[in-house]
Antibody
């Protein structure tokens, strides 16, 4: 059973960069059948797609976050990562990593999520 | 890229059927038959319930069904059960390899 696990600091100061890593286990991140994505949920609000990355490194970002988002992939470690720069309190959220299955264009496996709080 | 519009809450009694709407635009829901639905119990990972508008992944109960008309997609839960109480989100492909989620609907089983 594929598993995804988010990791990273739970507290980030305003104006700094949020960094998270998603480790994929029981499956290869290098499969051509999947993309890998980040989705977040601010407290009391809905889900927001942040971006998606292919194992080759090709990235696609939410236009509203594009100027601050960088995603990368490390196939040797079976991991992909998210960096969000110049964070503010509005970036406080539970961040999820997920697998996007190409054939059906849906996020079929998700991590449990990690809460990141932006505060001084 | 604006969030798809869902009702904030929907409720029903056990055994009843409920429907959740997901309204987008001609740039997302209306242009592609690529709407997915997710069930989210707070504190847990979201679960894929419907993909490509109306298809169920293996293991998802056939009490869940999806449809689309124009710019609006819908999720119907029939034979409502206590375990169905959760938040539900739609998601649509929006072109250029981008995606947009709905505002979310809280389903309450009375």
């Amino acid at each position: 059973q594929l598993q995804l696990q988010e990791s990273g600091p739970g507290l980030v100061k305003p104006s700094e960069t949020l960094s998270l890593t998603c480790t994929v286990s029981s499956g290869s991140i290098s499969s051509s059948s999947y993309y890998w994505g980040w989705i977040r949920q601010p407290p009391g609000k809905g889900l927001e797609w942040i971006g998606t990355i292919y194992y080759s490194g090709y990235t696609y970002y939410n236009p509203s976050l594009k100027s601050r988002v960088t995603m990368s992939v490390d196939t040797s470690k079976n991991q992909f990562s998210l960096k969000l720069s110049s964070v503010t309190a509005a970036d406080t959220a539970v961040y999820y990593c997920a697998r996007l299955q190409n054939a059906v264009v849906a996020f079929d496996y998700w991590g449990q999520g990690t809460l990141v709080t932006v505060s001084s | 890229q604006s969030a798809l519009t869902q009702p904030a809450s929907v409720s029903g009694s056990p055994g009843q059927s409920i429907s959740i709407s997901c309204t987008g635009t001609s740039s997302d829901v209306g242009s592609y038959n690529l709407v997915s639905w997710y069930q989210h119990h707070p504190g847990k990972a979201p679960k894929l319930m419907i993909y490509e508008g109306s298809k169920r992944p293996s293991g998802v109960s056939n009490r869940f069904s999806g449809s689309k008309s124009g710019n609006t997609a819908s999720l119907t839960i029939s034979g409502l059960q206590a375990e169905d109480e959760a938040d539900y989100y739609c998601c649509s492909y929006a072109g250029s390899t981008t995606y947009v989620f709905g505002t979310g609907t809280k389903v309450t089983v009375l």
